[in-house]
């Protein structure tokens, strides 16, 4: 029975019971159409935090929330949650703990997206398409047992990646092939030029998001794109150099110099710039390598071989996937020493950001590495910032944690390590950390962030 008709019924007094059947047959018509409230509605940028309450549940009602996101390549991710409504019948994320049996516990009021999971595996949630959102559904069914049970409620929300305003725009100038997002308003504003890792193409989602606070972001292909190289075998600075002078000269980005910001190989592609290319002020790489790894990089009469790899040393877990974390060279070693980036070169500031459960390679050694290389060379030592039990893929806020996935160069799904709490916490501290070094180097001012 609903809410108001069990208090209906622990009337004793005819006449009472009456009475009060008149203003309670409202209350239990409103309970039974509990409903889900989304703030901001309808839609919420992809790195803002996101309020979601159900409201119209029967006092301590238990219930389950399951969230349900589709890529555009049809592949599902879902999450699930157990609650207990408040004695209001309202259940407030931000107020409510989630009970042990779903996909997390605890007070977690964004816990149903950083906890999505695909329901193939070895599935990555990316965004290919920035200009349209992700879709999400909230169902919200009772009890706690095996779902689906009955459905109380639904709604839906949207997650996009522009703010009004900002202005996406396709590059392909000379050799270029990359996509520039700029703020609202008129600028000059800070530049950053942002590159991926092994995966090639021409991911935009972290540029866009990136322009939504101000920055004059160039999301940059170099590889596996268009007219690029199809594979990674050989890589020309030049390309880079020309992306970067594209930026300098540009009206809307704000000199004197520009910011790099990699991830994965994209990290050792930005430290490389650095160390070869005038104009860079910032770097910031993300499980970035310290050494050239996977591909000849050329740049005029110089050459750096890609760091050796011994695929002996790959390890398999209990399921057989793949743990390549001992699988490259010591960059300090014999001939390998030729791929370590001279990056005492570089005239700007580095900010290191490392998972320290990152399986794809030992980023904290080569973030110290660096640091003793600068500091060897009485450069500056730069900024690292360790996360223990977040892995390699550290992303925007509230991106779900990718544990394992296809490896393009492995070709087999490798583990990317991290655990999804403590990954998650990181992504958040790190969009912050990234932000606020941009700021301070790019804008010359410190930049106070908002927590999230």
Request: overall charge neutral; charged content about 20%; some cysteine.
């Amino acid at each position: 029975m609903f809410c108001a008709q069990r208090l209906l019924l622990r009337s004793g007094h005819g006449v009472l019971r009456r009475s009060a059947g008149r203003a309670l047959g409202a209350a239990a018509a409103t309970s039974m159409a509990p409903s889900v409230q989304f703030s901001p509605a309808p839609r919420s940028l992809f790195d803002e935090p996101l309020a979601i309450t159900v409201q119209g549940l029967c006092p301590q009602q238990e219930v389950t929330l399951r969230l349900s996101l589709q890529d555009e390549g049809g592949e599902l991710f879902q999450s699930c949650a157990r609650y207990q409504a408040e004695s209001s019948g309202e259940l407030d994320l931000t107020r409510s703990p989630a009970l042990l049996g779903g996909s997390f516990s605890g007070l977690e009021p964004m816990g149903l997206l950083w906890s999505l999971q695909p329901q193939k595996p070895f599935k990555r949630l990316v965004k290919r398409d920035v200009q349209s959102p992700f879709c999400l559904e909230l169902e919200v069914f009772e009890g706690h047992g095996p779902l689906p049970s009955r459905l109380l409620a639904r709604g839906a929300h949207e997650r996009g990646f522009l703010r009004d305003g900002v202005r996406r725009i396709p590059v392909r100038e000379g050799r270029i092939r990359a996509t520039l997002f700029l703020p609202p308003k008129d600028g000059p504003f800070p530049g950053i030029i942002d590159i991926y890792g092994t995966g090639g193409g021409l991911p935009e989602y972290r540029a866009s998001l990136l322009a939504n606070h101000g920055f004059a972001t160039l999301a940059l292909a170099y590889y596996g794109y268009e007219d690029l190289p199809k594979d990674m075998k050989e890589f020309h600075l030049e390309y880079f150099e020309e992306a970067v002078n594209y930026m300098l000269q540009h009206s809307q980005v704000k000199g004197p110099g520009i910011g790099l910001l990699g991830i994965s190989k994209g990290g050792d592609l930005c430290i490389s710039m650095a160390s070869f290319l005038k104009g860079i002020t910032a770097t910031v790489t993300i499980n970035g390598s310290v050494a050239n790894v996977g591909a000849v990089l050329r740049y005029k009469d110089i050459t750096i071989p890609p760091l050796g790899f011994n695929q002996k040393r790959i390890k398999f877990d209990k399921s057989g996937i793949a743990d390549i974390v001992d699988v490259l060279n010591n960059p300090l070693e014999g001939p390998d020493r030729q791929s370590f980036i001279p990056l005492e070169n570089a005239e700007g500031h580095f900010l290191f950001i490392v998972g320290k459960d990152d399986h794809n390679w030992k980023s904290e050694f080569f973030a110290t590495e660096a640091s003793n290389r600068l500091q060897a060379h009485g450069k500056e030592k730069p900024e690292i910032v360790c996360y223990p039990g977040a892995g390699h893929y550290i992303e925007p806020p509230f991106s779900p944690m990718c544990s394992a996935s296809m490896h393009l160069l492995v070709g087999s799904p490798v583990i990317w390590g991290g655990e999804p709490k403590a990954h998650s916490v990181a992504q958040v501290d790190a969009w912050q950390q990234i932000q606020a070094f941009f700021h301070k180097h790019l804008n010359g001012k410190q930049c106070v962030t908002p927590k999230l």
